[in-house]
């Protein structure tokens, strides 16, 4: 693993130091992912059909925890939930 320390331009540019740029070239889409605290970069090109896939459940998941922050959900118990999912 490779850790090093860049900063943020007022612009909201950041430069990637030489040492991380191997396999990058000008003009590569990078993909960005945020979670609290986090921010993941990851290569646009090196993504794939399922990590598309996993990200669009993660997106979902957080809607729904949103929605179940909200107050928004149905309380079912546990013999009627079978019956309850089949409706989705």
């Given at each position: 693993?490779?850790?090093?320390?860049?900063?943020?331009?007022?612009?909201?540019?950041?430069?990637?130091?030489?040492?991380?740029?191997?396999?990058?070239?000008?003009?590569?889409?990078?993909?960005?992912?945020?979670?609290?605290?986090?921010?993941?970069?990851?290569?646009?090109?090196?993504?794939?059909?399922?990590?598309?896939?996993?990200l669009e459940f993660v997106r979902r998941t957080e809607e729904a925890r949103k929605r179940i922050d909200a107050g928004d959900?149905?309380?079912?118990?546990?013999?009627?939930?079978?019956?309850?999912?089949?409706?989705?």
């Amino acid at each position: 693993m490779e850790i090093e320390i860049t900063k943020l331009s007022s612009k909201g540019q950041i430069v990637i130091p030489l040492s991380m740029r191997a396999g990058l070239k000008e003009g590569d889409k990078i993909l960005l992912i945020k979670s609290g605290d986090r921010i993941i970069f990851k290569k646009a090109s090196d993504v794939d059909e399922q990590f598309k896939d996993d990200l669009e459940f993660v997106r979902r998941t957080e809607e729904a925890r949103k929605r179940i922050d909200a107050g928004d959900y149905v309380s079912v118990d546990s013999e009627d939930l079978e019956e309850e999912m089949m409706k989705w």
